[in-house]
Each structure stands twice: as C-alpha cells, then as structure tokens.
C-alpha cells in the first residue's frame, strides 16, 4: 500500500481515467504523486478556484506495473505519448516513473523541429530534480485507490509555493543552460 496525492480544483473520489489528456507524459490516466510537496506546488492558480490536494491510499499488490528511470526507453515512451501516437503499454495497470522536466523548454518539440537528436534530448530532460509520477491506467487499477480526503490549500502555503517554484525554476535554468553548453554548442 502506497500514500498518493493528487492536485486539482476538485475533490476527486472516484477518479476516471479517461478523463486525463492522451499526449500526456505516460497516456491517458489518472495522474498521481508519492510526494504530498511536489503535488502542491504542480497545480497551478486558477482565478476562482480552489487547490485541493486529494489523498488516497493505492493498493499495488494485485496490479501489472511498469517503472520507468531516465533513460532512453523512458524518453520513448513519453515521446511518443507526447505525439498521441498508440501506446504500447497497454498490458500494464500502473506506469510510475519520472516526469520529463521540460516545462520552461519545449525539449520534445525542439527535437521534432530537427535541432536536437534523440540522445541530446535526454540529457536535457534529464536536467533538474527527479519527481515521481504515477498513473492509473486501467479500471482495475482505479478500483484499488482508496480515497482518504482532500484539503483545501491555504493563501500561504499557495504563495510559499510561488517562491519555491521560482527557485526551482531559476535553479533549472542554470543547469539546463550549462548541459545545453557542454553538449550541444
């Protein structure tokens, strides 16, 4: 049994799995974070809405799970997520693994375009700190999620975050910069 969150401007009890957009890192599914920090501070304000963080507890025993590292079958993978393109992962329950850190760059639309090859990209993507993602893609792994509750964020915590995503970004910048110099320029 695992602790999960999951950050949107609703409570979510009974979370849908086709809900969720298909050019998203790992498909289509039910987005989830092992990590209560990084799920409040991944949604972002909305002019009248709230920021729930939803928690659940996943039961993973029963469940075909696929885990990804940064390496080039990953990259793949979201690649071709990235491009709508049919996933072939279709045996698996659960996908877990990094979120590819290219939010500030468009790294997989830079390498569409030509400029960058496939080995560039993912030492870009791999730029920046590793934050875990984990999907629900099938019924059945939706069926072993276990609502907990959910929290409204305060004005503070939401503007704590506003700092620390700065940070995180200025901090990503520096380094992306720097492996964009010593491996592509």
Known sequence: MIRVFHAGYDEIKSPDIHRGRVNADFGQGFYLSDNYDFASRWVREKSSFD???????????????????????????????????????????????PIANDTIFNTLGIMTSG?????????????????????????????????????KLSKDVIEKNKVLIAADEEAYLEEFSKVLEENML
Do not use: H
């Open 51 to 97: 920021i729930i963080i939803n928690s659940y507890e996943l039961d993973e025993s029963t469940l075909n799970i696929k885990y990804f590292e940064r390496d080039s079958d990953w990259f793949k993978y979201i690649f071709s997520n990235r491009r709508s393109m049919q996933d072939e992962l279709l045996e698996y329950d659960v996908i877990i693994g």
């Open 115 to 151: 400029f960058l090859s496939d080995d560039e990209a993912v030492k870009l993507l791999c730029v920046g700190p590793v934050y875990k993602q984990i999907v629900l893609k099938t019924q059945k792994a939706a069926d072993n999620l276990k609502f907990i509750g959910s929290e």
